[in-house]
């Protein structure tokens, strides 16, 4: 006992530093372990949470943009096509429209030539006709003071045939 | 000069005396309680000032911790106990650095000449502080051995029978394993104290005997051997604990 009274051991002071640090040691636990390490474990599971969300967000990303590569080259092709569809019809119709008109021409020429060909038949008989009548009416006069009624019946006659 | 193996009584409350280290010892509690409190009361997710500091120190130890421990479960129940030892001693420690350490006190007469009792005194000088902290850091360490192995597996480890396998040596080796359970509290204690203490009276004498720039090197390394001699602590209360939850190899 008295060795450790030369060490300066003291029951009562040994008590007392035992009983501050475990005062320490739960006020600390309580007061400021356990928030803080709440705290880190929280945080460090938003983080994996903030990193997994990210390559999440890249691998959609990633998709997103393959959709739209993907939808545009079908788009692309599929104008093309309508363009391709578009011409083709135009140019049928053009042919068809130019098979059409020539053959309206076609038509009106002849149809013209027709009755050019009737006008030219009809306006020869009535010339003919009207000839004849002037001739005979001409004729009529200048006989008609040189030739008798024989005469007359002779040249009908041969006239007739 | 006075040099006291013993801590320096400053003043009475009734029939307990107040020394120097258990007052410093009672400041360094408080205040480290109100630090930790109020850095997380306002703990922000992005940290800030002191708050990056503790994070630093909360998340190295707790690494450290799960590497011994190896259990999540274990580092956490056990974290709050390695980290006060940790930081209690450390703190204490280098109080005793501060200026005016042993040299700044009440002027005391003793046996016909004047004296200084200092205010400044390291908890950690003081065995009184060292001897109750092994304590709790041996009765912490065996009654999770018990609780983790039961008292009987746990027993085992120190009373082997000399009919099984090495015949008489095991037995020989688990007494001597009982006996370092006890020489634990005196390693820890002694260690502890007997390093704090001859550091203090280095820089005094130190001090006495040069007073500008040379003890400067010694400064340093008392800073450094406070550093050590916590981290010691703390780690061998983390190992011992370890082993002591950790199943008898025979």
């Known amino acids: ?161 | 000069m006075e040099i006291s193996i013993a801590a320096e009584k400053l003043f009475s409350i009734g029939s307990f005396p107040v020394t120097n280290a258990f007052l410093i010892g009672f400041l360094v509690s408080v205040s480290l309680m109100l630090v930790s409190v109020f850095v997380s009361r306002r703990l922000t997710l992005v940290p800030r000032g002191v708050q990056n500091v503790l994070e630093l120190i909360f998340e190295g130890l707790l690494g450290f911790i799960d590497s011994v421990l190896e259990d999540k479960q274990q580092s956490r129940k056990f974290f709050p106990l390695i980290t006060t030892i940790f930081l209690f001693v450390l703190l204490s420690n280098w109080v005793g650095l501060l200026p005016g350490a042993g040299t700044v006190g009440l002027a005391h007469m003793q046996e016909g000449h004047a004296t200084i009792v200092p205010f400044l005194r390291s908890t950690s000088a003081d065995l009184n502080f060292t001897i109750a902290l092994s304590l709790i850091a041996v009765f912490v360490i065996q009654f999770s051995g018990i609780a983790a192995l039961g008292i009987i597996k746990y027993g085992q480890k120190f009373f082997v029978s000399p009919f099984h396998k090495p015949y008489g040596l095991g037995t020989i080796m688990g007494l001597l394993e009982l006996v370092s359970e006890f020489a634990k509290l005196l390693s820890f204690s002694f260690r502890l104290f007997g390093n704090v203490f001859a550091g203090e009276i280095l820089l005094v004498v130190m001090l006495h005997l040069v007073p500008y720039f040379i003890p400067l090197p010694f400064l340093f390394l008392e800073v450094f051997v406070g550093f050590i001699q916590a981290a010691v602590f703390a780690m061998l209360t983390l190992v011992f604990l370890k082993m002591a939850m950790t199943e008898a190899a025979h």
């Open chain 1, 1 to 161: 006992m008295e060795a450790l009274a030369n060490l300066g051991i003291d029951w009562k002071l040994l008590t007392a530093q035992a009983v501050n640090f475990l005062i320490l040691l739960f006020v600390l636990r309580r007061f400021a372990y356990r928030p803080m390490l709440d705290f880190l474990e929280q945080r460090s599971d938003r983080i994996e949470q903030g990193l997994k969300d990210a390559e999440a967000a890249q691998v959609k990303l990633a998709q997103m943009e393959e959709r739209e590569k993907a939808t545009l080259a079908a788009a692309r092709s599929e104008a093309r096509s309508i363009v391709e569809a578009a011409e083709a019809s135009a140019k049928k119709r053009d042919a068809e429209r130019l098979i059409e008109t020539e053959a309206a021409t076609k038509r009106f020429t002849e149809e013209a030539r027709v009755k050019i060909e009737e006008e030219k038949q009809k306006a020869l008989t009535e010339a003919k006709q009207e000839i004849a009548q002037v001739v005979t009416a001409s004729v009529e006069k200048i006989l008609k003071e040189t030739v008798d009624a024989a005469k007359d019946q002779d040249i009908i006659k041969k006239s007739l045939h």
